[in-house]
């Protein structure tokens, strides 16, 4: 009995000798890695070269540079390898079963695209194979969503009890993603119809909507898109103003302050329908951050209601959307109450994000104005409280998030719980995280109801 | 011309050599009430065919002398008893005839609740007198609509206005409530002078919310071709009648859910001078009327406060012993109007108040001259001023300063801070908020003197009476228009005085010959024809004279009545027919129409720290074009009758065929026009701080100038472009087609059943109106840019309209049944009545009038050019609509639209895409030109009214006391939708009357 104890004793601090050995895998960045080769023998187990493709879609996936990391099934050995050129690794391995995986980031056309893979049935043995592959399934995300929308307006206490004020509504554009993102052929357009409850033909009945399956989905009032070239930073936002950019909290105590130079304006002179003279802008927003637009259909209404808005973000440049609005021909006629309600044909392809906000006081008239393929569920509001509709904060994304240590915010206070039962479920304080250095990645699941929450200040107002 | 005079001067020669043989004897008599015996003191005997007349004296006697020898009809009517009328044959002198009359009230069978028609009118005409009024509680005089064939209960408030629609309806071209004529008292009400009674380019009626409804003793309704003594009108005619003579003292009170009132009236003598002659008979009544849009939110409100004065007197002794003389005058003020300033609901410290205050006075003298060349002569003058002074506080707030033009002249103008002194053309007020009155001052008054000889010959079998005559009528408003009562902070508004209007002056001569020949029995023929010449004057206009002749014609034929047929079965039978011709004046509204300025924004800076922007504009007047060829909206009436009495119950059919010709409307053209345009680019970034700028603009060039306040830094010319636009201005002008409307009316009376005091009445109306618009119309969707990104620079020509209809045929059938109990030995009476829409019929129409098509049907709903030569009436359709031509900014040589448009499409993307810019496309429905018949609705009326002795008298009535809230289905869209857009809430009312002899 003694001596089977000796003997275990003995083999288990040889394997552990053996499994520290930590230069099994050859890989590109590693050419001449200098620990030899252990020789197989009773102590040292065989070890065997191993070779893993990565492959996307069905295909190699040749991008160099991928770490792929490899771990054995009792979890007590893992070993990392960088692609080469054709999206190979290779590595050396005793025999045993592992698992492999890899993750790649990167952007294209104002996406984020993320692959990722695993691959858990890596068994290596003396006669086994020595070729696998690691499947990474591409996911695709917006580098730019609709971080806060503010159009319901607020209480205008000076003007009287009960007034209200509504020419400052803004949105602010957020680059979820860790990296630049292009926002110059980002084009803003109307969800139709303008209001959610509006009367409309588009839903044939209660289960459905005329234009689920088509490649198109309606656009009211008009686009607006930028005239130069716009960059958001990693993490950064830019704020786009609807109505006048100016300071109105000179005269609306209770709105917010528009007029910073960093900010956006549509430029309501670009476009006939639209003149108005309530519209104005500062002095300090400079020329090449006005926005151009089109208008679409008869009346000067805007592409945001004030009431119930409902509006997308699209990728198109100025060119393509412009033809779209001057096809008239090419119009959909299916929603109106009446013939001027006909509505440019706007491709889903190039919707990047959209929001469907309900009014409140009108929930049981109102009716989604996007596809699911677009858009699932909204969000009510009660209109000119000063509330906003603000993005939820992804909690375990941000977390993940190594530079964020230390910097994030808890105990969220900012939301409507109280009144009408809306808060930002992860308890982040998205805006005081922000101002602590931390980088916040928005939840975009696409379902209005997970991704945004009605917010009791503008998150802009000072 | 000559044609017309020789048969005039021939009818006349006829006329006159009746008259030169018939021998005249004196008729006279007493009247007495029948219960107590006493004189009828002011009583009325006029004798209908020769048309003479006296007054009773305190003891109840009259005297006429110079009557003819034949048969006449006697008619005696004195307020507050039954009218009594006979006929007799005059071949002597006849002294002592008496004549009883019976108080009238509920106790009587003979009362009743609902419109009689005049038996002795050659036209349609019918009667709603004091019991009925009474019965059904009228607050607004309008609300007797509801009394006529197939008329409908509308809603009972004063908050909103109501007209007259005669056979017409309220959204129907022709203007139908403009042109429908109302008297009170023989005073013409009318919008003649009113600068505010248009809407979206239809006009309006009066309205009659400020007509006290307490003192009306009777309403006539005139549907048919009225005398030719009537103009100004087209549609037919109201006359309202209030209480005159001597009467009790009677004190009203009424209440509903929204509207109160309390009246009091009474009507005395004045006495005798020392020489016996009566000084006449006062007639008083005093009432106050307030009325609620909601009694939820019982604070928006519309008052009324009337006091009325009439006196009348007759002189027929001493000199006027042979020619008496009756004098009346009348004077009514009205006080009162909408205010809702108390509304809590409104924004605090604004309200909107709006005058409705009037006063009218009249004067009138009948002098029975009795002469073989002239039987009566008739003097009318009166005059109605209106104050109808709107003033309107609200609140404006800005964010950033504003500009408020009032500039009147063309040019550009940059806003400046308000001047005191200033010109103040284009005010900066800045940002915050302000307060301000707006008022608009419209005073119309309207004048008008006739005078009329009446001649009536009695030739034995026949009668002939000549009426001629002639008025003059003048227009005129002294109301300053808009303006402001603090000009620093009002909006835009630019000044337009109506009292710089010149008056309009009417100069109309009539003459009318009425035969009755008397062809046996009681059976006689009535022709009846009259010519009126209407000149519309109005010196110091584009307008000038405006001549308009309007010929009338009635027949009737009575072939027997039931006076002499008490025991036969048939009992009467008359048949009737008109045909004639009315025109409508215009209003201020339709000739001058306010003139418009096309503010075209030049110049728009940033905003400084201070939210300060300054503004420029283009100032374009849109001097109104007056149309001198602008004609006078006319009626073609036509219209047959019968009247027949089976067993006791009467029928009376109307059939009628109306042509509105030459209705009023506004129509929109474009001009071109180019302007300099600087934009906040142009001025952003400048060195010169944006605190310390000033702009100016060129009022010629548009050219802006930035320049420094402190004057360190030289001034900068901003850089401008050039914009190309379409701009709009109206005009008013006459639609080309004419508007067709044709009907059948029914009256039957079931004969009384006398077990159960009961009668039963079922009237309606058939009712049909169909209007096809063929004016080309022009139309420029200036909100559009063209696909260059300029100003959109087409303009389109449309036939009849720019939309998918050009017009309208509407089919109605209501109908009512109204069971009627009157109870003489409790004196109360009980009505009941179930009004019912069987048929409501409409369909939009798109035709042309040369039968070709003008919407067209597609294949394919996404292909706007797949049109077929299918007919937009068969069905399910989805349609479209070309403009006929089109014009560019750069062209204005109009081009054939399809043609061009189908080149475009497979040559020049660019146009193409511009041209379908002017499409109309009907793809939105495919239903848009189905027959839609709304399926059948009711509603119930209860009314009760119980005497109370002769002292109080107490109504009530329910309305829609079903509380019908059902719904109605649509053909057409085939979609449910509430009844209450057809019939009036449920809805209650009370009223209580003391009358104190």
């Known amino acids: 009995m003694k001596k089977s104890f000796i003997f275990l004793a003995v083999a288990a601090i040889a394997f552990m000798v053996a499994a520290c050995v930590k230069p099994v895998p050859v890989g590109p960045d590693e050419p001449d890695d200098p620990t030899p080769t252990p020789t197989p023998g009773p102590d040292v187990p065989a070890l065997y070269d191993i070779a893993i493709q990565l492959q996307s879609e069905g295909a190699n996936f040749a991008v160099e540079g991928i770490t792929v990391a490899i771990a054995d099934d009792a979890g007590v050995a893992s070993y990392d390898a960088i692609t080469d050129a054709t999206g190979k690794v290779t590595f050396k391995l005793p025999a045993g079963t592992y698992a492999a995986k890899a993750t790649y980031k990167t952007a294209e056309d104002g996406q984020r695209l993320t692959f990722n893979g695993a691959n858990n049935a890596i068994y290596v043995s003396k006669n086994g194979d020595r070729s696998f592959n690691l499947s990474l399934n591409k996911v695709v995300s917006q580098q730019i969503i609709i971080k806060e929308v503010y159009t319901t307006g607020c209480p205008n206490a000076a003007a009287g009890a009960n007034q209200t004020y509504a020419h400052d509504a803004y949105i602010i554009l957020y680059n979820n993603t860790e990296l630049e993102a292009d926002a110059s052929d980002i084009i803003f357009a109307g969800g139709a119809p303008m209001v959610a409850q509006q009367k409309q033909n588009y839903w044939i009945d209660a289960e459905t909507l005329l234009f689920q399956n088509a490649d198109w989905i309606p656009s009211y009032s008009g686009f607006w898109w930028f005239d130069s070239e716009v960059k958001i930073p990693a993490y950064s936002q830019i704020v786009v103003v609807i109505w006048s950019a100016i300071d109105h909290t000179q005269t609306v105590a209770e709105s917010v302050n528009l007029s910073d130079p960093s900010y956006y304006w549509m430029n309501n002179k670009s476009v006939p329908a639209f003149t108005h003279q309530k519209h104005a802008v500062s002095e300090s927003i400079p020329t090449d951050h006005y926005l151009s637009g089109i208008a679409t259909n008869p009346g000067s209404a805007w592409i945001v209601a004030t009431n119930s808005p409902g509006f997308f973000i699209g990728k198109m440049s100025s060119e393509e959307v412009t033809a779209i609005a001057n096809a008239k021909d090419q119009y959909d006629t299916h929603c109106g109450t009446s013939a001027a309600m006909s509505y440019p044909k706007f491709p889903k392809a190039n919707v990047i994000d959209a929001v469907d906000i309900w009014d409140k006081s009108k929930e049981a008239s109102s009716k989604p104005r996007f596809s699911t393929d677009i858009l699932t569920g909204h969000i009510s509001i009660t209109n000119v409280l000063g509330y906003t509709v603000y993005r939820n904060v992804d909690k375990e994304a941000t977390e993940a998030l190594e530079e964020n240590a230390g910097k994030l915010v808890y105990n969220y206070a900012g939301g409507t719980d109280d009144v009408e039962g809306s808060t930002d479920p992860s308890g982040i304080d998205a805006e005081a995280s922000i101002a602590a250095g931390a980088h916040i990645i928005y939840s975009d699941t696409n379902d209005m109801a997970k991704d945004y929450h009605v917010r009791k200040v503008a998150s802009i107002k000072k | ?997």
């Not at chain 2, 000033?694 to 030289?714: E, F």
């Not at chain 2, 009849?800 to 009627?820: A, E, F, M, P, R």
């Not at chain 2, 499409?905 to 709304?934: C, Q, R, W």
Request: hydrophobic share 35%; proline share 4%.
């Open chain 2, 1 to 997: 011309m000559r044609k017309r005079l020789a048969i005039l001067t021939i009818l006349l020669l006829y006329v006159v050599s009746g008259s030169a043989f018939a021998q005249k004897y004196t008729f006279s008599g007493i009247i007495t009430e029948k219960s107590s015996g006493n004189p009828v003191e002011f009583a009325t005997v006029v004798l209908e065919g020769p048309e003479l007349w006296a007054v009773a004296d305190a003891e109840g006697r009259f005297s006429i002398s110079g009557v003819p020898a034949g048969k006449t009809k006697i008619n005696v009517a004195c307020l507050g008893y039954v009218s009594w009328d006979k006929e007799i044959e005059i071949s002597r002198n006849i002294k002592d005839f008496k004549i009883t009359l019976i108080e009238d009230n509920l106790s009587l069978e003979s009362a009743v609740v609902t419109a009689q028609e005049d038996a002795n009118s050659a036209t349609t005409a019918r009667t709603i007198d004091k019991t009925a009024l009474d019965h059904v509680q009228v607050m607004n005089v309008s609300d007797i609509s509801a009394l006529l064939p197939g008329g409908a209960t509308q809603d009972p408030t004063l908050t909103s206005e109501k007209q007259f629609n005669i056979r017409g309806g309220n959204a129907e071209g022709g203007n139908n409530s403009f042109t429908t004529a109302v008297e009170v008292d023989g005073v013409r009400l009318s919008n003649n002078a009113s600068f505010t009674n248009s809407s979206s380019g239809s006009f309006k009626g009066i309205n009659t919310n400020s007509i006290a409804s307490s003192n009306i003793e009777s309403v006539e309704v005139i549907t048919g071709v009225p005398s030719v003594e009537y103009g100004d009108m087209s549609s037919g005619v109201v006359k309202i009648n209030t209480r005159r003579g001597r009467t009790p003292l009677t004190i009203t009170m009424s209440t509903s859910p929204k509207t109160k009132q309390v009246s009091a009236s009474k009507g005395f003598s004045l006495g005798h001078s020392k020489s016996g002659q009566s000084r006449g008979v006062l007639n008083g009544s005093l009432e106050y009327t307030r009325s609620i849009s909601e009694p939820m939110s019982p604070y928006t409100s519309y008052d009324r406060k009337q006091l009325s004065l009439l006196w009348s007197n007759t002189y027929a002794s001493g000199r006027h012993a042979r020619t008496p003389l009756r004098i009346s005058a009348g004077i009514t003020g009205n006080l009162g109007g909408l205010d809702n300033k108390a509304d809590p609901d409104k924004l605090v410290g604004t309200f909107l108040k709006q005058r409705d205050n009037s006063i009218r006075g009249n004067i009138e003298a009948n002098w029975l001259l009795s002469k073989p060349w002239i039987t009566n002569l008739e003097f009318k003058a009166s005059a109605v001023y209106g104050d109808r002074l709107q003033r309107e506080r609200s609140m404006y707030h800005s964010a950033v300063s504003s500009t408020n033009l009032h500039a009147t002249e063309a040019g550009y103008y940059m806003s400046e801070p308000y001047s005191e002194g200033g010109d103040n053309n284009a005010v900066r007020i800045d940002p915050g908020i302000r307060y301000n009155i707006m008022c608009i001052d419209d005073r119309p008054l309207d004048t008008k003197v006739s005078l009329k000889v009446n001649w009536a010959i009695n030739g034995g079998i026949y009668n002939n009476k000549v009426k001629y005559g002639a008025e003059w009528a003048m227009d005129k408003n002294f109301g300053i228009g808009e303006y402001t009562e603090e000009m620093s902070t009002a909006p835009t508004f630019r000044t337009w005085r109506f009292c710089d209007i010149p008056a309009m002056h009417n100069v109309a001569g009539f003459v009318e010959d009425n035969f009755m020949l008397h062809t046996g029995g009681d059976s006689r023929l009535n022709l009846i024809a009259g010519l009126r010449w209407d000149n519309t004057i109005m010196p110091g206009s584009a307008y000038g004279i405006t001549s308009s002749l309007s010929p009338r014609f009635n027949f009737k034929y009575t072939l027997f009545t039931p006076a002499t047929r008490v025991r036969n079965f048939f009992k009467e039978f008359s048949v009737r027919a008109s045909w004639g011709v009315a025109v409508k004046q215009p209003s201020f509204s339709v000739l001058y129409p306010t003139p418009s300025y096309f503010d075209i924004n030049a110049f728009t800076s940033t905003a400084d720290a201070n939210n300060i922007v300054s503004n420029a504009y283009y100032v374009m007047p849109r001097t109104i074009a007056y149309n001198a060829e602008l004609a006078w909206q006319r009626n073609q009436q036509a219209e047959a009758g019968i009247d027949i009495n089976l067993g006791g119950t009467k029928i009376s059919l109307a059939g009628f065929y109306n042509r509105t010709l030459l209705a009023y409307t506004t129509e929109t053209f474009y001009e071109r026009f180019i302007y300099t345009e600087t934009l906040p680019q142009a001025v952003q970034g400048l060195p010169i701080p944006a605190g310390d700028r000033i702009y100016s603009i060129n009022p010629t060039t548009g050219r802006v100038t930035v320049s420094d306040r402190t004057g360190a830094l030289a001034p900068i010319e901003a850089e401008g472009i050039e914009k190309k636009s379409f701009i709009s201005a109206y005009t008013e002008h006459n639609e080309e087609n004419p508007i067709t409307r044709y009907g059948l009316e029914w009256i039957i009376d079931f004969a009384r059943i006398k077990a159960l005091n009961t009668t039963i009445r079922l009237d309606g109306s058939f009712y049909n109106y169909k209007a096809i618009f063929s004016d080309l119309t022009e139309y420029c969707p200036t909100t559009q840019t063209s696909y260059d990104k300029s100003l959109y620079k087409y303009v389109g020509f449309y036939y009849g309209d720019n939309s998918n209809s050009n017009g309208k045929v509407t089919q109605d059938i209501h109908t009512n049944l109204t069971i009627t109990t009157n109870i003489p030995q409790v004196r109360m009476i009980i009505s009941f009545k179930l009004e019912s829409s069987l048929l409501k019929y409409s369909r939009s129409l798109s035709e042309r009038l040369d039968g070709s098509r003008r919407s067209l049907v597609l294949a394919d709903r996404t292909d706007l050019l797949s049109y077929t030569d299918a007919s937009v009436y068969d069905g399910e359709c989805y349609t479209v609509l070309f403009p006929d031509t089109y014009c560019s900014f750069d062209d204005p040589t109009q081009k054939p639209f399809l043609e061009n448009l189908e080149w475009a499409k497979a040559n020049d993307p660019e146009l193409y895409a511009d041209l379908t810019k002017l499409i109309v496309s009907g793809t939105t429905y495919n239903y848009t030109f189905l027959k839609d018949f709304i399926s059948p609705y009711f509603s119930a009326n209860f009314s009760v009214t119980k005497e109370i002795g002769d002292i109080a008298s107490i109504s009530f009535y329910a309305n829609n006391f079903f509380n019908n809230m059902g719904q109605v289905y649509s053909t057409k869209t085939k979609t449910y939708s509430s009844v209450s857009s057809f019939i009036p809430r449920f809805y209650y009312g009370l009223t209580l009357r003391l009358k104190f002899n």
